[in-house]
């Protein structure tokens, strides 16, 4: 399973701003909306896909992305965002994000790829390219040129963007944003920027800091896996518990021969607390359970640890947008 930085989450609930539930729609993707801002709490993409698609349903979203991107700030990248601002030149600080991006997320890659008019910056992500990936994408575009800007003496501006999905209706905020053709279509997800803006000097540009967090950012990228060993065990062992009832972070800690004190340290290392996972591992529970007819509702409710069939499809509704029943019904007409 794929994971994102929460931050992204938080950032598009900003923007969006009232016209939806934004503290419904995070607590629903497993997020504690008066929680801290942390770069390291981590939540699954395909949450954050869901997400965006629910809001897409409710507001026009047209725009949305670029001012997402637009709010973006280094200071909320925590010490990727350091060492981005450290680095001597924007073609250093972008090469920062594609050996480091890891730190934000296991479902993309970045790469600097020299063009014959300059260089790409460029956003690979594999997967389904569902609506909710495709405002990811343009949102993720919309940072990188925001975070750019950040750090040069004068505006930077890109030669052209490159977006693989099909154009919006209307594209005016984009191009309004980036400041440069806005491609639609492409074959790539990317940045184009001249070899003279990439050469520029940062503002806070300092060699002997950089060196000094890069050698953090390398520590913290060699603690990282995919998905740890530990964030497996604990969700193979709640899900084994759920039957009980909802399980204790003290008693899956024991289970798997820890204290609950190194269990909760050991998994905000991987930016998962005990209380996402537990959400995670119902939800994708109660997902499979579904698409099995021989298990009834009140069935899936006990399984993923509910005493009433009520609380359990508030919760699956909070979860995916639509009633369990719903949810299975709908699997029966595709």
């Keep these: 399973m794929g994971y994102v930085t929460s931050l992204f989450a938080r950032k598009m609930i900003a923007a969006v701003g009232d ?23 981590m939540m699954p993409a395909v949450t954050y896909y869901d997400m965006l698609e629910r809001i897409a349903a409710e507001v026009d979203v047209t ?25 001597t030149t924007l073609g250093a600080s972008l090469a920062r994000v594609e050996r480091y991006a890891r730190l934000w997320t296991s479902v993309v890659e970045y790469e600097l790829r020299p063009n014959s008019r300059g260089t790409l910056f460029i956003l690979h992500r594999p997967g389904e390219r569902r609506l909710g990936m495709r405002l990811s994408n343009e949102a993720t575009l919309a940072s990188a040129v925001s975070i750019a800007r950040q750090v040069g003496p004068v505006p930077v501006t890109p030669l052209e963007v490159l977006i693989r999905h099909p154009a ?35 503002i806070l540009g300092d060699a002997g800091i950089s060196c000094y967090l890069v050698s953090h950012l390398d520590k913290d990228l060699s603690e990282i896996a995919d998905e740890a060993p530990l964030v497996a065990e604990t969700k193979d062992a709640i899900a084994q518990a759920l039957s009980e009832g909802a399980p204790k972070m003290a008693d899956i800690a024991q289970g798997l021969g820890l204290s609950a004190r190194s269990f909760h340290r050991r ?22 359970l579904l698409r099995d007819d021989g298990h009834s509702l009140a069935e899936i409710a006990f399984l993923t640890g509910f005493a009433e069939q009520s609380s359990f499809t508030r919760a699956f509704k909070r979860w995916v947008g639509v009633t369990p029943a719903n949810y299975r019904k709908g699997r029966d007409t595709r």
């Design 19 to 41: 016209a939806v539930d934004g503290e419904a729609l995070l607590r629903g993707a497993g997020i504690e909306p008066d929680g801290p801002w942390d770069p390291k709490a």
């Design 63 to 87: 725009d949305l992305p670029v001012r997402t991107g637009a709010s973006m700030r280094l200071d909320e990248y925590g010490a990727l965002g350091l060492a981005f601002k450290a680095a």
């Design 168 to 202: 919006p209706n209307s594209v005016a905020a984009h191009e309004d944003w980036f400041g440069c053709p806005v491609r639609f279509g492409a074959e790539l997800d990317a940045i184009l920027f001249s070899r003279e803006t990439l050469a520029q000097p940062n």
């Design 267 to 288: 998994l905000a290392e991987h930016g998962m607390s005990f209380q996402t996972l537990t959400e995670q591992t119902r939800r994708d529970l109660a997902e499979g």
